[in-house]
């Protein structure tokens, strides 16, 4: 069984919960970990990572995505995003020179979770 436990809301509005010990940003990022999680007992994807530490640029900035899954032999990174905020926004950017491989943006829609952007480091 799931609980959320709201501990403040963000400036974004987003409410920080805790799914199964595990912290998260927000209702919709803890919402989607128990969809992956339930793709996971499907045998879909594997789970690799919260928060996977990621550096971009020569300089090591810092970027971590919420979850690094395993699927079809492919390492995704995935972020969930309410809103982009800039300093994301600037991340995302940088992700195309500096990224590790594929990272998936996902947002909620009123029923299901969408990959709405898929960006790949230029080659």
């Not at 803890?30 to 928060?51: C, D, F, M, P, S």
């Amino acid at each position: 069984m799931h609980h959320y436990i709201g501990f403040f809301v963000s400036k974004y509005k987003a409410v920080k919960v805790k799914v199964d010990g595990i912290k998260f940003d927000s209702k919709g990022e803890a919402e989607y970990y128990k969809h992956l999680l339930n793709q996971e007992k499907k045998g879909v994807l594997k789970i690799l990572e919260l928060q996977p530490k990621t550096y971009l640029t020569e300089s090591r900035i810092l970027y971590k995505p919420d979850f690094l899954i395993l699927r079809d032999d492919r390492e995704i990174y995935i972020d969930f995003k309410g809103i982009e905020t800039p300093v994301f926004k600037l991340k995302k950017k940088l992700w195309k020179n500096y990224g590790l491989g594929i990272l998936w943006l996902v947002k909620k829609s009123k029923l299901y979770f969408e990959v709405y952007e898929q960006i790949k480091k230029d080659c």
